[in-house]
């Protein structure tokens, strides 16, 4: 005698067969909520992390640091506050930086917008002495392969076309071994080449911040000691930012701002949805154990139900 | 090469590179002396090597001391750059190819120690990098020796992926429904190796469902890969014997966009509902819309990918999911290329290496030595 | 006109022998996939000897390898313009044969026509693609900033919806290997945000209880992203290596050709 | 503080963000817009970072500037023609010879980093002491096995014996764990993206509108 379904599990039985749409109004307001009404969660920091800004932090002043944009629009709500907490955290440090965009898909144009936003912040900042952007550049790895001989081959002018002989920033520098850190903010595999292609063959120490889709990836490299710190997506920026405040409270000034987009904010949505999102993995399952449950008590024989396999 | 020689070779070779990259360095003296200034060794010229005895800072007037250079034919000295004295090395990569120069430390405005005449040149060898060419040689003679073996037609072992009973079972549940098979490709062209592997596990589904006379649908989205699945397919059945089971829209293209494509096909599975779904090939985000319809209509679902940022997703959906490498693995059981059982015999063959050099690395180690470690680095 | 040999090689072996080959190839098609394999070895292989070999002639400032860098740079770029070729001739076949659809291939054309062009003229004016020199937006720019950010960023933030409704309705741990899965998903999830404080937020009690289980739930987390996925990664990184290595030596030795577009046995 | 009126910019770049959000509705003229309008300006954005980012200092300045010393640029700029050749009937194979250069270059500088800056780094990190017993050589053991088993799982030209099975059983278990850790990290990774545009629509557009 079949086992009759209780209220519980007609309940799941008639979730499961709805409409996915209410889920997408489920996912839009659990995103739209935080936003309108900031919770303002704490961050904890992660040893990747801590490990990243302490070895920013170890920079002198004059020092010259790499800054790289290998992503695209596509993930610039993880990766651009990891590039903005990087250039506020040189340029208080007085550390120079040279601004290169690999990432064909719209890498040159996030360079452009984020430098513009934060040397607006600093306006004592000299372009071609404190900083300098050198743009886009097709060929990723074979760019690198210059770089690591001879950074005009790779880059002769800089984004407007201005020959990079020019610039006071880049006469101690003849190539990427003499550049203390290069920061990756990256997605696919650009920022990969730089742990695997210039670190391995010239040794410059690499910080990478990788979207969280690639981020599990790099604790292999880091493990291995091929890495000197990591960011793991909006967190990893989020926790950044935590640890640049609390050592330089002057920037509360644009962190404090309430609609300034920034990664801590962006966790409070993210605590919401992961909530939702855990609690329908466990509804969906609890309702596929109990249908198994069931099902198997009415096949005596324990055969394979239509949606169900070998256990 | 039987493997136990192998070992031996490797341990030669490996033994040959540590006392290459390590020269020992010689106990300190009261002044810094001997000074020896040749060629850096290992690189593209332009750089001189400077060596000497270190001495300990405390019985030199400063605690730092100076480099002084003087190029040939003038000879006049030049401040070059200030190390510690217990350094005992600096490379200066200033020297231009092919000058003469002559090196002078001098602490507290004292002469300490003058070099010889040197100049820098190229060198053949980057010894700092033998060890990368070591393990490169020996990882060319298990591939190339792989596939010249596979190539003269001494039959290669590959084991059975168990993927492939989970495909043969999930065909012969669509056998017993009478419903159908759909099978898709993956999104990318021919040059993608995953779709490449894709078709030929195509081929072995399609002499499955000829056998059998199951109903069989193959969903592209690249007019490439549309073409070569409908080649396979009509040469499965043809190879089976059963060419008048094949009809010509059993292999059809959906389109190019890719989220129209993706919803075009979780419409088609909700609409004929097929016992057995296949996703193997490689797939982006939006391929979650197509496990979780084809989830949704009851089917039996076989994925399999190679690179692995959906593999998370497939296998928290799917029934059976090839991982990684099972994929090319499951593509060389099925066509007996010799070139693909060749390379991932050989593959093999550097893996075991690799297994073996670990683990002798750490006995070592677990005895205090670690060289086994120190030699795998590379710079 | 400097004489070096670097410079001379590179002349030698990507000019006058593909030109040879192309001469060849006219007369007997056999030519037309052996020589070219030729030049894939020459091109592949000195890459691979520069990191070993530093000789003037190879990898000094003026040798073939550093030569062959600034060359692939540019090869690179024209690459990256080549399926706009293919895309043109299928959407403007696409309206040509008023296929279903068809309009929206006007519309690609026409955000391909503008955009390109605004390219172009950022090249000959000298203005370029981004800030002009006083700071004011180049109207490439002013596309990149209004229609292409935007439509990426959007069209890839579809899958967040995607995925929760997967998540609902079809990941189900229905064996072993997608139980262990979906446990270290719920453990990774909970211990990289605050979930605990968010669930405690309306009861200030049990606020300092909550801390302290986000706290070891995050050490947890990074555990497991050190070791266990740490030492998984590790493995793939390796079996993934060593299977492009193979593949980057059959193609350099001319043993997989199906990238020209020929069949092994052609 | 009330923001000015958002700019027809902001009003363009919010009507295209709600198009492309219109297919979780359901496939739509105004999805396929959006997305045929991204799929063009995507091609034309090429156009101009190549022109203008690389072809135009690393190739057309130098030889205009300075023939004598970069005449070999002009090969460089044939190859890349060359690849164009494959769309020509009848002599398309003459693109083969670019198509050889690009593919065995970048796939022969791929090699450089496989091998020399993957495989060993990551082989020498496995070899640590595992005695004697303390905290550390534990979390060491359980990562050498984690790696191992992994690596033994991936092996396929050898038919796997009762010791050889066991291990892959164990290394099937690391794959699980980090793959559980891929699809937790993959979560916070497409949230973002949503809190990104969302935010954009909010506090750039609607608030704004609204005079807020």
């Known amino acids: ?311 | 090469m039987r493997w136990a020689t192998r070992f031996r070779l490797l341990a030669v070779l490996s033994a040959l590179a540590g006392s290459a990259a390590w020269a020992a360095t010689s106990s300190s003296a009261p002044v810094p002396a001997n000074l020896v200034a040749r060629d850096n060794p290992g690189d593209s010229g332009g750089a001189i090597l400077l060596t000497w005895t270190p001495a300990d800072s405390g019985s030199l007037p400063s605690d730092s001391i100076h480099i002084f250079r003087a190029e040939a034919p003038a000879f006049e000295w030049k401040q070059l750059a200030a190390t510690t004295p217990s350094a005992g090395r600096y490379v200066d990569q200033t020297a231009a190819a092919g000058h003469v120069y002559r090196y002078e430390l001098r602490s507290g405005g004292i002469s300490a120690a003058v070099s010889e005449p040197a100049s820098s040149r190229d060198n053949w060898f980057r010894n700092e990098r033998a060890n990368s060419l070591i393990a490169t040689i020996i990882f060319l003679i298990a591939v190339l020796g792989s596939i010249a073996m596979a190539r003269s037609g001494k039959p290669l072992f590959i084991r059975k992926i168990a993927g492939l009973n989970a495909v043969d079972e999930a065909i012969g549940r669509a056998t017993e429904t009478g419903k159908k098979v759909l099978y898709v490709p993956g999104i990318q062209s021919m040059d993608d190796i995953q779709t490449v592997a894709s078709v030929s596990v195509l081929g072995h589904v399609a002499r499955a469902t000829a056998r059998y006379g199951t109903d069989l649908d193959v969903a592209n989205r690249d007019p490439l890969t549309f073409a070569s699945a409908r080649e396979t397919v009509r040469s499965a059945y043809l190879a089976e014997g059963r060419p008048d089971l094949y009809r010509e829209e059993m292999v059809n293209y959906v389109t190019y966009d890719q989220f129209a494509f993706v919803a075009a096909v979780s419409a088609r599975m909700v609409r004929e509902r097929p016992a057995t779904i296949f996703l193997i090939g490689h797939f982006f985000a939006e391929s979650l819309i197509l496990a979780e319809t084809g989830q949704s209509v009851g089917a039996i679902q076989i994925a399999g990918q190679a690179d692995p940022t959906q593999l998370p997703f497939f296998v928290a959906t799917c029934d059976y999911t090839l991982i990684g490498e099972e994929l090319f693995a499951a593509s060389a059981y099925l066509s007996r290329e010799p070139v693909l059982l060749g390379s991932i015999r050989g593959q093999d063959i550097f893996k075991a290496l690799c297994l073996i050099v670990g683990i002798v690395g750490i006995v070592m180690a677990s005895f205090g030595n670690n060289w086994v470690a120190q030699v795998l680095l590379t710079r | 006109m400097s004489f070096d040999f670097g410079r001379v090689a590179l002349f030698i072996f990507f000019f006058v022998v593909p030109v040879i080959g192309i001469a060849l190839g006219l007369r007997s098609p056999a030519m037309r996939s052996r020589i070219p394999i030729i030049t894939a070895f020459i091109a592949g292989m000195i890459p691979i000897l520069s990191l070993y070999i530093p000789k003037g002639f190879l990898s000094g400032p003026q040798g073939m390898s550093p030569r062959l860098d600034r060359w692939l740079i540019i090869v690179a770029g024209f690459a990256l313009l080549l399926g706009i070729v293919n895309v043109v001739q299928n959407n403007s076949r696409r309206i040509a044969r008023r296929d279903a659809g068809w309009a929206f291939s006007v519309v690609l054309l026409a955000g391909l026509l503008v955009t390109g062009s605004l390219g172009i003229w950022g090249a000959v004016s000298g203005e370029g693609i981004g800030f002009r020199a006083d700071g004011s937006t180049t109207p490439f720019k002013w596309i990149e900033d209004r229609f292409f950010q935007p439509l990426q960023s959007t069209i890839f933030s579809l899958l967040a919806f995607f995925m929760a409704s997967a998540a609902f309705r079809a990941f189900r741990a229905r064996n072993t290997e997608a139980t262990i899965l979906l446990v270290a998903a719920g453990l990774v999830m909970a211990g990289r945000v605050p979930l605990f404080e968010l669930l405690a937020a309306p009861f200030p009690a049990l606020q300092p209880s909550a801390a302290s289980v986000s706290l070891f739930l995050g050490g947890l987390t990074e555990w497991i992203m050190n070791i266990p996925n740490g030492a998984a990664q590790s493995g793939i990184i390796i079996g993934d290596a060593l299977g492009a290595a193979s593949m980057a030596i059959r193609v350099i030795l001319g043993i997989e050709r199906g990238y020209l577009g020929l069949g092994a046995g052609e | ?212």
């Open chain 1, 1 to 311: 005698m079949a086992k009759r379904p209780s209220a519980m599990d007609r309940f799941l039985e008639w979730t499961l067969n709805l409409d996915r749409r209410w889920i997408y109004l489920l996912v839009a307001v659990s995103v739209i909520t935080p936003i309108v009404v900031p919770i303002g969660l704490p961050v904890t920091t992660t040893s990747s992390t801590r490990s990243a800004f302490e070895f920013v932090e170890t920079l002198k002043p004059g020092d010259v640091a790499w800054l790289s944009f290998d992503y695209g629009p596509s993930s610039a709500p993880e990766n651009d506050p990891m590039a903005e907490a990087f250039l506020r955290q040189c340029f208080l440090k007085k550390v120079r930086v040279v601004v290169i965009a690999l990432y064909p898909l719209g890498g040159l144009g996030l360079a452009n917008n984020v430098l513009a936003k934060i040397t607006a912040e600093f306006p004592n900042l000299v372009y071609g002495e404190d900083y300098v952007n050198l743009g886009y550049k097709d060929g990723a790895a074979a760019v690198m392969r210059r770089l690591g001989d001879n950074i005009a081959d790779a880059f002769p002018t800089d984004v407007n076309g201005r020959p990079i002989g020019e610039f006071p920033i880049l006469r101690g520098i003849h190539d990427i071994k003499q550049v203390k850190v290069v920061f990756t903010a990256a997605t696919g595999l650009i920022g990969e080449y730089w742990i695997t292609q210039v670190h391995a063959q010239f040794g410059t120490p690499v910080i990478i911040g990788p979207t969280a889709v690639s981020a599990p990836k790099y604790y292999a490299f880091l493990n291995a000691g091929q890495l000197v710190g990591m960011l793991g997506g909006m967190k990893g920026a989020a926790e950044y930012e935590k640890l640049l405040r609390a050592k330089y409270p002057e920037l509360d000034r644009f962190y404090g701002g309430t609609r300034l987009f920034t990664a801590t904010k962006g966790m409070d949505g993210q605590t919401v949805l992961h909530t939702v999102i855990l609690l329908l993995i466990l509804l969906g399952n609890i309702a596929y154990l109990r249908s198994r449950a069931r099902r198997r008590v009415t096949d005596v024989g324990g055969g394979r139900g239509p949606a169900g396999t070998r256990p």
């Open chain 4, 1 to 212: 503080m009330t923001e000015t009126f958002p700019g027809i910019g902001i009003w363009i770049s919010a009507l295209l963000t709600l198009f492309a959000f219109s297919f979780l509705y359901k496939d739509n003229p105004f999805f396929r817009f959006a997305e045929s309008l991204f799929a063009g300006v995507s091609l034309g954005y090429y156009v101009g970072i190549v022109l203008n980012q690389t072809l135009k200092p690393n190739l057309i300045e130098p030889l205009t500037t300075n023939f004598a010393g970069n005449w070999d640029l002009l090969m460089a700029g044939g190859i890349g023609l060359l690849l164009y050749m494959r769309y020509v009937p009848k002599i398309g194979w003459v693109s083969r010879y670019a198509l050889a250069i690009y593919v065995a270059y970048y796939i022969g500088v791929e090699f450089t980093r496989r091998i020399h800056g993957e495989v060993l780094p990551q082989l020498s990190r496995t070899v640590v002491p595992l005695f004697p017993w303390t905290g550390a050589t534990l979390e060491s053991l359980v990562f050498v096995i984690g790696v191992y088993s992994v690596l033994v799982y991936f092996f396929f030209s050898k038919e796997q014996n009762r010791v050889t099975r066991k291990i892959a059983r164990v290394g099937i278990w690391f794959l699980m764990i980090s793959f559980g850790a891929a699809f937790g990290f993959t979560v916070m990774g497409r949230i973002a993206l949503l809190i990104g545009r969302l935010n954009f629509l909010i506090l750039d557009w609607l608030y704004p509108a609204l005079g807020i």
